[in-house]
Each structure stands twice: as structure tokens, then as C-alpha cells.
């Protein structure tokens, strides 16, 4: 009876350069432990230039490259069907002057979000009403409503997007990291149904 073997594809992997990828660099291998230590330095494909920044490997490829090399082994898949492999160029650190520039203008462009949204909706106005509800009398700036407000406007967008800096208030991801998830999902949807060379959409062409 052949041997079993489970291999599970990674769903993404980030390279920073042009690169041999082995079987362990994009699936995760249960079997024997002799033969798992084969299977992982297995070639499976040599990244060039010629494949720019994005690459997808399909389950099928491998299955089928890895047959003719280990005709006595029966694979298994279980998981996602394909790995993305994304070629990241070596980063450059960001200047201090473009860290200070893109700083500014986001402080500048999320301030004049914020006034211009409380001028919408009245807000001086409506707080001008509650100071005259509570204690009978008009006033132009009522500071001990308006600067309470506008530490507690800090404090709840802080708590929304459930991070200071680095650290997180709890494990619940923020509105801000979901919908960025979802667009990463969207995108790699995408990237699997246009760049893998098994679609209809590409062979068809």
C-alpha cells in the first residue's frame, strides 16, 4: 500500500528576490519523517525575472511534478488550492522628510475632515443649546462641554481603530483591518482567476 501524504498549500508567501522555491517553501508537508525531509527540498519552480512580481502555483502542478518524482507516495490536498507568490523588490527606508511630509498631510486633510463635518451638522450651535438647557444662560464657547468633547472625539476614534502606535487594545481586529482584509481577499480572487495559467480565462486566449 503506498504511503500517505498530506500537503497543504500556503495561501500566500512574500520572496525578496529571484529565488528556487522547494515544496516546503509553499506547502506544509505531514507524512514519515524520512520521507517528509525528501519532499520538502523538492524543487518546484525557479522564479526569474520573466515572472515579475506576482506568481501562482497550482495544486494540480504540483500533484502532477511530484508523481513522477515519488511514484510509490499517494498525496492528499487538503486546503487552498493555490499559493500566491508575491516578489517584493528590498525596501528602502522612507526618509524622514517624506515620513514628515505624508504625517503632516494626513493630520492636516483628517483636521479639515473633522471641522468641516461638525460645521455640516451645526455642532457649536447644538452645544451652545445644551450649555443654555443646563445652566439658563447664552454663551458663545461653552469650553467645558466643547474641550471634554473634543478629548473624548480622540479617545473614541483611538478605540475604533483599536490601536496606539503599535500595540492593540484587544484582539479584536479594527472596522479599518476588515476592510482591508476583505480587499486583500477581493485581490487575490482576482490575481487566482487572471494569472493562473489553468484558467479558461488564460488558456482560452
Given at each position: ?175 479599518l483591518e476588515v476592510e482591508i482584509y476583505n480587499y486583500q481577499q477581493d ?19
Amino acid at each position: 500500500m503506498a504511503e500517505q501524504v498530506y500537503l497543504r498549500m500556503k495561501k500566500n508567501i512574500e520572496l525578496s528576490g529571484y529565488q528556487e522555491i522547494k515544496l516546503k517553501d509553499i506547502a506544509f508537508i505531514s507524512t514519515n519523517g524520512n520521507v517528509k525531509r525528501r519532499l520538502e527540498n523538492t524543487p518546484i519552480y525557479h522564479v526569474t525575472k520573466k515572472d515579475k512580481n506576482i506568481i501562482i502555483i497550482d495544486s494540480f502542478l504540483i500533484i502532477d511534478h511530484l508523481i513522477k518524482d515519488y511514484a510509490d507516495l499517494e498525496f492528499q490536498l487538503i486546503g487552498p488550492t493555490q499559493t500566491i507568490i508575491r516578489v517584493q523588490p528590498k525596501k528602502k527606508s522612507p526618509s524622514l522628510l517624506l515620513s514628515i511630509g505624508v504625517w503632516i498631510l494626513l493630520f492636516v486633510g483628517t483636521a479639515m475632515t473633522i471641522m468641516n463635518f461638525h460645521y455640516d451638522v451645526s455642532m457649536q450651535e447644538v452645544q451652545q443649546k445644551i450649555h443654555y438647557l443646563l445652566t439658563g444662560e447664552v454663551k458663545e464657547f461653552p469650553l467645558w462641554i466643547q474641550i471634554p468633547y473634543s478629548f473624548g472625539l480622540g479617545v473614541g476614534m483611538l478605540l475604533f481603530f483599536n490601536h496606539w502606535f503599535n500595540k492593540r487594545f484587544n484582539e479584536e481586529p479594527s472596522p479599518l483591518e476588515v476592510e482591508i482584509y476583505n480587499y486583500q481577499q477581493d485581490l487575490d480572487n482576482y490575481v487566482i482567476q487572471y494569472e493562473n495559467k489553468l484558467n479558461d480565462a488564460n488558456t482560452s486566449k
